[in-house]
């Protein structure tokens, strides 16, 4: 996530990813996904990195599970929180047996405690976005963002911190900042109805704008 500028909205929905668009990593997974055009990932290629992302999100997770591709859209924000999905998260996971996220790579998965109805192979999944994906997944997995003592719990203490005494302030989960009524976005802010939704990334200045723009 960048400083203000006059050409681009500050996008706190959560849809920029959780990188922030303007991370390095960011950027270097989208120039390789540049560099691979329009071809698509191999069968071999998904399931490599759908083994990986599984192994990551086991540390979160004690029940066996499966990662499948979806065309469904979600807006949950997993990937935020020290412990990557909130409570509500997990008791919807426990209520339905599986959740589908759309806001952390380039496509829709479905983590489910029952077998997928059908195979992630049957997408025709671009080598772009596959390598984006690959990129954010090894800085979440190698960059310790998460647990009591991650770099995220300390991101949200930073933000309460920031925010509590704001009229419109409710409470922090990770880099989710709830509000106790509807936001609009602004000429500078981007904004979910109900929420501030941070990227891993972004700096002091940011929090000041958002704090001038919404504290009228």
Known sequence: MGTKSNREQIDLTGRCGVLGFHHPVAMKSLLKAFLHGKANSTAEELKSFLDELKGFLSRFISEEFELSLTSEYSEEYVGRTPNFFTESQISQLNRDKKITFSQIFPFSLTLSFLPPKSSSLGFNLSRAD????????????????????????????EIQQYFSDCKFYESTDGLILKTKTKLQSTKVLKLHNDALVFPLSFDREILEIIKQELEV
């Open 130 to 157: 596959l390598e984006v994906a690959k990129g954010t997944l090894r800085f979440l997995r190698d960059g310790g963002f998460y647990g009591d003592n991650g770099l995220i719990k300390n991101r949200e203490k």
